[in-house]
């Protein structure tokens, strides 16, 4: 089932090891315990390329991924979304298809960071709060945008995390570019000795609005489940969320010692 992929950098070059994972934006987000390397980690068990259990057995669930061959994956692939401003940074791209069609799946891995520091609603009033002090932004269009896309209303999107908003609609458009049929969008929840019961209880609390906001039950935000298709610009989603735990993901890797 795995044979097929194959992972890279944004660049091109070929990634043959958790170590030579794309890096964060950020140093510090490149750590033990925290979701970039564990998503990096969990991708070479005993460092051979292979998906994720859990991930994959929860997506031949669904009818429409039965007999899912992944082809291609990029760590911080970018989309672009409307407007002026920063794309999307997916944690991983992938694309994949089955015998009756091409699938693009994009992944938001987290420890127990949060989804972004604002709300919709808060990033709107910071965002015009700073054109008030004639500061250039287009982030209120791209709010705009953002929701025709989804086509929900404003008020129903206003306590959900922005960067829940982006990332369901740069997975869509991601899935547009890759000219797939079906969209999926995953939250890979990595359970360490860094993460606490609180902030994965919030982060859990912010998914269920999430959810909620696409018209799909609050009840049914369970680890182990896949939601949908929900239709969004013309793009069948899925939405699905999955966790593993330190002890699955304990490998006894180790970084390379530096040249």
């Not at 969990?42 to 057995?57: I, K, T, V, Y």
């Not at 953002?146 to 982006?166: E, F, K, N, P």
Request: a neutral charge; proline letters at 6%.
């Amino acid at each position: 089932m795995q044979t097929d992929l194959t992972l890279s950098r944004p660049d091109g070059t070929p990634i043959t090891g958790w170590e030579e994972w794309t890096r964060p934006k950020k140093d510090y987000q490149w750590a033990c315990g925290r979701s970039a390397m564990e998503l990096a980690k969990a991708w070479f068990p005993d460092g051979r390329l292979s998906a994720p259990p859990e991930l994959m057995s929860l997506l031949f669930s669904h009818p429409r991924l039965q007999g899912l061959k992944l082809i291609r994956g990029v760590p911080e692939r970018v989309t672009s979304l409307p407007e002026k401003g920063e794309g999307r940074n997916h944690d991983l791209w992938l694309l994949g298809r089955t015998q009756r069609e091409s699938v693009t799946i994009c992944i938001e891995a987290k420890a127990d960071e949060p989804f972004g520091k604002y709300t919709v609603a808060q990033y709107r009033k910071t965002a015009l709060h700073r054109r008030e002090q004639g500061k250039l932004t287009k982030a209120p269009e791209r709010i705009d945008a953002l929701l025709d896309m989804i086509g929900r209303t404003t008020s129903s999107w206003d306590a959900v995390r922005y960067q829940l908003l982006t990332a369901i609609c740069g997975t869509i458009l991601q899935a547009k570019d890759d000219s797939s049929n079906l969209a999926v969008f995953v939250v890979h929840e990595f359970h360490t000795d860094k993460t606490t019961a609180q902030n994965l209880q919030r982060n859990s609390e912010d998914n269920e609005r999430f959810l909620t906001a696409l018209a799909i039950p609050s009840h049914a935000n369970t680890d182990g489940q896949l939601h949908g298709p929900v239709t969004i610009h013309g793009m069948e989603c899925l939405v699905v969320k999955t966790a593993r735990s330190m002890k699955e993901n304990a490998q006894n890797f180790a970084l390379p010692d530096a040249p």
